[in-house]
C-alpha cells in the first residue's frame, strides 16, 4: 500500500509567481485535503476534496485554488505569490467522505517565496 | 472560530517518565479527536485517535477524552529521546469536515 505522495519537496519561487504543488492519494484514499503550516504554527486548512469536487474551504483568498482528478490525485495552485505563502504544504488524505478515520499526511512541499 | 488550544511548551521530561500533554477545544460539535507527531521538518504523523469519551491505550501512550470538559490529552508513558518532537491536537466534526489543529506542543526528553 502506497502512502501519500507530494512533489516537488522544495521550491523556491519569486513573489508574484505562481505556482502548482501535486499529490498522490493513498491507495483507497477519496478525500484529499491541502493544509499550510507557517513555522511555528499548527496546519491550516486550505480546502478539501471529495470525490472531485471541493467540499470544503478555509479562509484562503480566492488565488488559492485546486483540483482532484479521477484518480484522487491533486493539484494546489497559487497565483499572485506574496512572501507570507512560504510555509510548508501539506496535503493528507482520508477513506470515506467524512474523514472520521484520520488523516494520513504527505511528506508536504516546502515553498519559499523570495 | 473553531479553536483548539494547546500549550506550546517546551515541555520536558526525563527519559522514562510520563509525559503528559493537553489540548482543549471550543467547538461543543467535534466529535473526532486526534494526536499527530511532527518531527523538526517533517510533516504529521498521526499517533492516536479517539472518538468516545474516556481513556483508549495503544501502546506507551494513551489518549484521554472528557467531551462535557471540552479536553482532550495525550499520555506517553517511558517517554523515549527518539519521542522529542511536536504534538498536534486536530479535531473536526462528524460528516465531511477539515481537522482544525492547535499550534502544537514541543516535547524533550533528555536522557
Known amino acids: 500500500e502506497t502512502g501519500v505522495t507530494q512533489s516537488p519537496t522544495h521550491l523556491i519561487k519569486t513573489r508574484g509567481q505562481q505556482v502548482t504543488l501535486r499529490c498522490s492519494s493513498q491507495?483507497?484514499?477519496?478525500?484529499v485535503s491541502w493544509y499550510q503550516q507557517a513555522l511555528g504554527q499548527g496546519p491550516q486548512f486550505i480546502f478539501q476534496y471529495y470525490r472531485e469536487e471541493e467540499n470544503g474551504r478555509g479562509n484562503f483568498p480566492p488565488r488559492f485554488s485546486g483540483l482532484q482528478f479521477p484518480n484522487y490525485s491533486s493539484e494546489l495552485n497559487v497565483n499572485a505569490l506574496e512572501l507570507d505563502d512560504s510555509a510548508l504544504y501539506l496535503c493528507?488524505?482520508?477513506?470515506?467522505?467524512?474523514?472520521?478515520?484520520?488523516?494520513?499526511f504527505g511528506s508536504g512541499t516546502r515553498l519559499t517565496v523570495v | 472560530q473553531k479553536e483548539v488550544e494547546q500549550n506550546s511548551g517546551p515541555l520536558s521530561v526525563p527519559e522514562g517518565a510520563i509525559a503528559s500533554l493537553n489540548c482543549t477545544y471550543s467547538d461543543r460539535g467535534s466529535q473526532s479527536f486526534f494526536w499527530y507527531r511532527q518531527y523538526s521538518g517533517k510533516s504529521p504523523e498521526l499517533i492516536m485517535s479517539?472518538?468516545?469519551?474516556g481513556d483508549k491505550e495503544d501502546g506507551r501512550f494513551t489518549a484521554q477524552l472528557n467531551k462535557a470538559s471540552q479536553y482532550v490529552s495525550l499520555l506517553i508513558r517511558d517517554s523515549q529521546p527518539s519521542d522529542s518532537a511536536t504534538y498536534l491536537c486536530a479535531v473536526n466534526n462528524e460528516g465531511n469536515t477539515p481537522l482544525v489543529f492547535g499550534k502544537g506542543t514541543r516535547l524533550s526528553v533528555i536522557a
Open positions: 491507495s483507497g484514499h477519496n478525500t
Open positions: 479517539i472518538y468516545s469519551n
Open positions: 493528507a488524505s482520508s477513506s470515506g467522505g467524512q474523514g472520521t478515520y484520520g488523516y494520513t
